[in-house]
């Protein structure tokens, strides 16, 4: 799953397995709360697992539950720094993702030029 990646949905049509690998972290993002964690661990570059529950306004089991799931599709990752899990986003994932969703550069207004 780390190779995600690559020549843009609206480019051309992508196989199949890059359609399940696709879908996999589209699903774990199909969240708000995800999509909140997500934005808050972005935000400050990293994060512990100890104050996600406050800023998102969920309970630490909740909390847990979707950053596991964050993990496991490969947005998030997770680093043990004694009692306390620690989180950052994976920059190279989510910039597979963006690529993927990207524009095709032939389906640009031109009419400007």
């Known amino acids: 799953m780390d190779d ?3 020549t843009p949905i609206l480019a051309a049509p992508i196989s199949e397995r890059e359609a399940a690998e696709v ?10 709360i995800r999509l909140r964690l997500v934005s808050v661990v972005a935000a ?10 406050a800023l998102v306004g969920r309970t630490q ?3 847990s539950h979707h950053l ?17 899990a620690w989180f950052a986003v994976n920059e190279t994932r ?17 009419s400007d030029t």
Not at 44 to 53: H, I, Q, T, Y
Not at 96 to 103: A, C, D, W, Y
Request: aromatic share 2%; proline share 7%.
């Open 4 to 6: 995600l990646c690559c």
């Open 23 to 32: 879908a996999i972290v589209l699903k774990a993002l199909a969240d708000p």
């Open 44 to 53: 400050g570059g990293e994060a512990c697992a100890c104050d996600l529950p």
């Open 61 to 63: 089991p909740t909390v």
């Open 68 to 84: 596991s799931q964050l993990v496991k599709a490969g947005i998030l990752e997770r680093e043990q720094r004694g009692k306390w």
């Open 94 to 110: 989510i910039g597979h993702v963006r690529t993927l969703l990207g524009p095709d550069d032939s389906l640009r207004d031109h």
